[in-house]
């Protein structure tokens, strides 16, 4: 006996593929609605067989389906109808569903004060998600039913607060600081180090060290070397932890060493590897995450969990001057378990770079 799958648009495609294929004497054994994975479209699979020895085949073996029971085609057909009714219909339902959800979030949302409202559209122009703002304007509301632009900043400030660390400045300690900066690459690793270190020497008045392990971009370890000779800062490079214990070893009496890491695709596990190898061999105290602020709150997640066998200490929020919006920035660290440390905001050294607080960010999240 000969049996085959055969796949057709509808039960009377799929009976005439039939009898093409086997003869009159084909039985159907079954049939069954199958939906195409490339196109999504609804198809009819019928398993058929026909015996091929010579043996006389008795007249009740002749089972085929259109022919032998035309009623039995029509109830498929109805049947099949039904099915796609069904369908159609649950999707419709599910649409209304979905309508009827949107409007109940968002009911009472034009019975709240105005300033509220236009509250809540600063937050959607900046990036907020529709209930990360609704849920934000909801408890201002519920602590402050007024109409003031700076009562609701002021509480807006509160709950960035409960939500959100920020931790992990550098201070001057009475005990040697040694600070890594990591990151992908492009992150502002580097712009972020000199600017740090230059504070450092000026505010703290300290005694202070650049060594460079990024000798994979050659571009950047030039240009850190410039800007630790401008700023009289010494400066090292170290190639490998052999080189970095040796420089570590002559530089051990500094206030601070400042250290540049590589910065490679999150995909380089050998160099996530190696980073976290530079982090441990140096006792680093103070590990730095860069990420760029134009990220979306999805690649921040993904950056931070990259990064995250490394521990970091705190997050360096960069380039915010390149970004209209730092609504992705609050939506990814209200789940994540990183401190926010400092934020920069341009080019100039040192002064756009500032520590975080809920002030300067409450500034920079409504800046639109």
């Given at each position: 006996?000969?049996?085959?799958?055969?796949?057709?648009?509808?039960?009377?495609?799929?009976?005439?593929?039939?009898?093409?294929?086997?003869?009159?004497?084909?039985?159907?054994?079954?049939?069954?609605?199958?939906?195409?994975?490339?196109?999504?479209?609804?198809?009819?699979?019928?398993?058929?067989?026909?015996?091929?020895?010579?043996?006389?085949?008795?007249?009740?073996?002749?089972?085929?389906?259109?022919?032998?029971?035309?009623?039995?085609?029509?109830?498929?057909?109805?049947?099949?109808?039904?099915?796609?009714?069904?369908?159609?219909?649950?999707?419709?339902?599910?649409?209304?569903?979905?309508?009827?959800?949107?409007?109940?979030?968002?009911?009472?949302?034009?019975?709240?004060?105005?300033?509220?409202?236009?509250?809540?559209?600063?937050?959607?122009?900046?990036?907020?998600?529709?209930?990360?703002?609704?849920?934000?304007?909801?408890?201002?509301?519920?602590?402050?039913?007024?109409?003031?632009?700076?009562s609701i900043e002021e509480h807006f400030k509160t709950i960035?607060?409960?939500?959100?660390?920020?931790?992990?400045?550098?201070?001057?300690?009475?005990?040697?600081?040694?600070?890594?900066?990591?990151?992908?690459?492009?992150?502002?690793?580097?712009?972020?180090?000199?600017?740090?270190?230059?504070?450092?020497?000026?505010?703290?008045?300290?005694?202070?060290?650049?060594?460079?392990?990024?000798?994979?971009?050659?571009?950047?370890?030039?240009?850190?070397?410039?800007?630790?000779?401008?700023?009289?800062?010494?400066?090292?490079?170290?190639?490998?932890?052999?080189?970095?214990?040796?420089?570590?070893?002559?530089?051990?009496?500094?206030?601070?060493?400042?250290?540049?890491?590589?910065?490679?695709?999150?995909?380089?596990?050998?160099?996530l590897v190696y980073i976290k190898d530079l982090v441990r061999?140096?006792?680093?105290?103070?590990?730095?995450?860069?990420?760029?602020?134009?990220?979306?709150?999805?690649?921040?997640?993904?950056?931070?969990?990259?990064?995250?066998?490394?521990?970091?200490?705190?997050?360096?929020?960069?380039?915010?001057?390149?970004?209209?919006?730092?609504?992705?920035?609050?939506?990814?660290?209200?789940?994540?378990?990183?401190?926010?440390?400092?934020?920069?905001?341009?080019?100039?050294?040192?002064e756009n770079f500032e520590r975080a607080n809920p002030d300067?960010?409450?500034?920079?999240?409504?800046?639109?």
């Open positions: 006996m000969k049996i085959k799958k055969l796949i057709a648009n509808n039960i009377k495609e799929g009976k005439q593929k039939v009898i093409d294929e086997f003869g009159d004497d084909a039985v159907i054994l079954s049939n069954r609605t199958i939906i195409d994975p490339k196109t999504s479209k609804e198809l009819v699979e019928i398993v058929a067989a026909v015996d091929d020895t010579e043996q006389k085949k008795p007249s009740f073996e002749k089972i085929i389906l259109p022919r032998a029971n035309p009623n039995l085609e029509k109830g498929q057909d109805r049947f099949l109808e039904a099915t796609n009714r069904i369908f159609d219909e649950i999707a419709d339902l599910s649409n209304k569903v979905g309508l009827i959800n949107e409007q109940i979030k968002f009911k009472f949302l034009n019975t709240y004060p105005d300033e509220l409202i236009f509250f809540h559209q600063n937050l959607i122009q900046n990036e907020f998600s529709d209930d990360t703002a609704l849920n934000v304007i909801s408890e201002i509301y519920h602590h402050y039913p007024g109409n003031d632009r700076s960035i607060t409960r939500q959100i660390k920020f931790q992990g400045h550098l201070n001057k300690d009475a005990k040697q600081n040694i600070v890594i900066f990591i990151g992908p690459a492009g992150s502002g690793k580097t712009m972020s180090l000199v600017k740090m270190a230059t504070i450092a020497k000026l505010a703290f008045n300290s005694d202070i060290a650049i060594i460079s392990t990024d000798t994979y971009k050659v571009s950047g370890l030039e240009q850190l070397q410039t800007y630790a000779s401008v700023a009289a800062i010494p400066f090292a490079k170290a190639e490998d932890l052999e080189e970095l214990k040796s420089v570590l070893t002559h530089e051990f009496n500094r206030d601070i060493i400042f250290i540049d890491t590589i910065g490679k695709s999150i995909n380089d596990e050998e160099n061999f140096s006792g680093a105290n103070h590990i730095y995450l860069c990420l760029p602020a134009n990220l979306t709150k999805n690649n921040y997640h993904l950056y931070i969990k990259k990064y995250s066998p490394i521990s970091p200490t705190g997050l360096i929020a960069t380039k915010c001057d390149e970004t209209r919006s730092l609504g992705q920035l609050y939506e990814a660290l209200k789940s994540e378990n990183i401190p926010l440390s400092y934020f920069s905001t341009g080019q100039i050294i040192p300067y960010f409450v500034k920079l999240l409504l800046k639109s």
